[in-house]
């Protein structure tokens, strides 16, 4: 068997296992969130800018309060132990030795990133659902913070992780990796130096922003499911093997989380994967050497945030709101649009971009 046909069944093989793995176990994952209650006691109330939310609340004042949080930890959670169970199947003969993705060069910083970011992300879930510290200390540092709109980590907390997490990856891309160029689709490469370290930076934070697209049933797990798998088609065609087989082990992981997610949800993503998809999109991105057709591929995350990013000057400087309610697609649901019809167009939107991506980036 020739190396592409085995690089083929490898990816394959991860995607597949990582969609069965996670479909399995997220039954029990429900019954244990359910058992627990882990949703949010009280509907949220003011918006990032200030002012209330009489649109948020009409549509999604049932799902807010009597639906479990914490489905992003089959994105966090399978794609790892897939990479872990697939490393102890590769010592037991050749044949499965073909299907270990585990490898320095291509997936430790990706996994790590991933599980450091939901780490965050699930800090931040935990206390929506269960309110702030009770212990003095920790109530002085939640509080100092900032209050969060959602009662979780405050938006200061939050991005201050991240940034940590982006200014780690900046440095090991720039000094371990030596990457210090953005490959500009063709026409070759930018030298950018050190300026690397920030711009690694700028780029998570911006990416993280565009999580704000967690709003309605089935909208970013497929999303992400489209953009995570045009990245894997790029790092397959750099033959960059291991790491394509990361992408779709994700997508695998989205796709079960999308079985259980599209309406009427049955659990909800929350900030534990919504930080980690980012953060781990980010680094994606520069291994590929794609960065610069993240934001094509990633259309819908810069639309999503564009959107809140708007209204937020808008009101600031306008003194009104260009849109009826922020991000666009509850903008969208405020005019009457069914969130099916909102969602399945918003995916249609999101493969034509992925595709559109992959081509130009392969132009290189």
């Not at 009409?58 to 807010?64: I, N, R």
């Not at 996994?111 to 939901?118: E, G, K, M, N, Q």
């Not at 720039?174 to 953005?182: H, M, N, Q, R």
């Not at 087989?245 to 989205?254: E, P």
Request: hydrophobic letters at 55%; a positive charge.
């Amino acid at each position: 068997m020739n190396e592409l046909s085995l690089s083929i069944i490898k990816v394959a093989v991860t995607g597949t296992s990582s969609f069965l793995l996670a479909f399995l176990l997220t039954p029990a994952l429900l019954r244990f969130l359910y058992a627990k209650r882990l949703w949010r006691k009280k509907v949220r109330e003011q918006a990032l800018g200030g002012g209330t939310l009489p649109t948020f609340q009409k549509f999604h004042a049932v799902g807010e309060t009597n639906i479990p949080r914490f489905g992003g930890m089959l994105v966090w959670f399978v794609p790892p132990a897939m990479a872990l169970l697939l490393f102890l199947f590769s010592q037991t003969g050749w044949v499965l030795e073909k299907l270990n993705f585990l490898s320095r060069g291509q997936t430790w910083l990706p996994l790590a990133t991933l599980l450091a970011a939901s780490a965050v992300g699930f800090a931040d879930d935990l206390l929506q659902v269960t309110g702030p510290p009770t212990r003095t200390f920790l109530r002085k540092i939640w509080e100092a913070g900032g209050k969060h709109i959602a009662g979780g980590l405050s938006l200061r907390y939050r991005f201050l992780l991240v940034a940590i997490i982006g200014l780690s990856g900046g440095w090991w891309f720039y000094g371990k990796l030596g990457l210090d160029s953005l490959h500009i689709p063709g026409n070759g490469d930018l030298f950018i130096g050190i300026w690397m370290i920030p711009f690694f930076l700028l780029i998570m934070l911006a990416t993280y922003s565009g999580g704000v697209i967690d709003g309605l049933d089935g909208l970013a797990g497929g999303t992400f499911a489209s953009i995570f798998t045009a990245f894997g088609v790029i790092a397959f065609a750099r033959g960059q093997i291991d790491l394509a087989a990361f992408c779709i082990a994700i997508v695998g992981a989205l796709l079960a989380f999308l079985w259980y997610n599209i309406p009427p949800a049955r659990f909800y993503m929350g900030e534990t994967g919504m930080m980690g998809l980012t953060a781990a999109l980010t680094v994606v991105a520069f291994l590929t050497d794609s960065v610069l057709v993240l934001p094509i591929i990633g259309f819908l995350l810069v639309l999503e945030s564009g959107s809140v990013i708007t209204q937020l000057l808008s009101k600031k400087f306008l003194k009104k709101k260009l849109l009826i309610a922020a991000p666009i697609h509850h903008h969208l649901e405020a005019l009457g649009w069914p969130q099916e019809q909102i969602t399945m167009r918003f995916w249609l939107i999101g493969i034509v971009m992925a595709i559109v991506g992959v081509g130009i980036r392969l132009l290189g």
